[in-house]
């Protein structure tokens, strides 16, 4: 029986305020989304739905002092480095995609009954 193993360092804020930007990588290196939380690893959990989380096969962690510090360098990665999967700060924000549609569907549908009732 194959097994996998999946070893990372475990990380977390030393001192109150650090935020962590994440990146998730394919098994060829390619980068598939950038995301920040002072929480990472629970962060990560609300992505396990998400159609690219089976590609994901490695993970790089980086800390800064403050949240503000944290998305300046999440934004400039994404302009920068062009993750495959993050929608927001890029060209494509605003576009309805796999892990977009559900939310696209269910605003639409709270946006004509706000017009149903009016």
């Not at 990560?44 to 994901?56: K, L, V």
């Not at 062009?82 to 576009?95: D, F, V």
């Amino acid at each position: 029986m194959a097994q996998r193993i999946i070893r990372g360092q475990v990380a977390r804020p030393i001192e109150p305020g650090e935020t962590a930007v994440y990146r998730f990588f394919d098994s060829d290196g390619r980068l598939l989304y950038v995301g920040m939380s002072n929480q990472p690893i629970r962060r990560w959990y609300s992505h396990t739905e998400r159609p690219w989380w089976r590609c994901a096969s490695m993970y790089e962690i980086t800390w800064y002092d403050t949240g503000e510090d944290a998305a300046a360098a999440e934004m400039l990665a994404i302009r920068s480095e062009n993750p495959l999967h993050n929608i927001h700060c890029t060209p494509r924000h605003g576009e309805v995609t796999g892990c977009g549609v559900r939310a696209a569907l269910a605003r639409e549908a709270a946006r004509q009954a706000a017009i149903a009732q009016n």
